[in-house]
């Protein structure tokens, strides 16, 4: 199947995430977890901003999300700051980075701090080069998995003092399904 329509969507049962999420808040988690990302070969990646329903008003990044294997490191960058040893490991180009529509994810990132991106694959991007009509996580979800993710707390406040436990669990499943996504694409010999 290379495409979903919208209202099929509801069809398809919602992904359970049971992996392990370590939230980043402070500066002496960093180096933990980002030697532990370093020693994959493969990480999703994912960010989320504050919406801003104002023209002309944006906001910077304030959560990056990072995934191996079954755990996920959601990185709170509006309290720690974009660290140069996270900067290290999306520069790396020996770790394949995994994500959805990630220019604009870049782009924020950037805006933070200068740095040269490498090895990326864009999800979006590779789908629609291998003929699929339907892109998206939630779509892409669906089509490769059989399952849909939810997307109910995208829209939500992402630099509040406090994630709820809806947002850290949305925020972990963007990230983690990335990989996934990419594993079902090799396993049908349609990567690289």
Known sequence: MKYIAKD?????????????????????????????????KVIGFDTETKP?????????????????????????????????????????????KVGIDIKNDLLGLKKLKSFKENNFVDLNTLAIKKGYQSIGAVKLSIMLLGCRISKSQRLSDWSADNLTESQINYAAIDAWICPKILQSFKDKSLFP
Not at 19 to 34: A, R
């Open 52 to 96: 801003s329903f104002k023209k002309g008003v944006s906001y910077n990044i304030s959560l990056l999300q990072l995934s191996a294997g079954n755990s996920v490191y959601l990185f709170r960058i509006n309290k720690i700051g974009f660290d140069k040893k996270i900067i290290e490991i999306l520069s790396n180009k020996n770790i394949l």
């Open 8 to 40: 099929e969507i509801h069809n398809y049962p919602l992904l359970d995430f049971n992996g392990n999420i370590h939230l980043i808040q402070s500066e002496s988690d960093i180096k933990s977890s980002c030697e532990i990302l370093a020693s994959h």
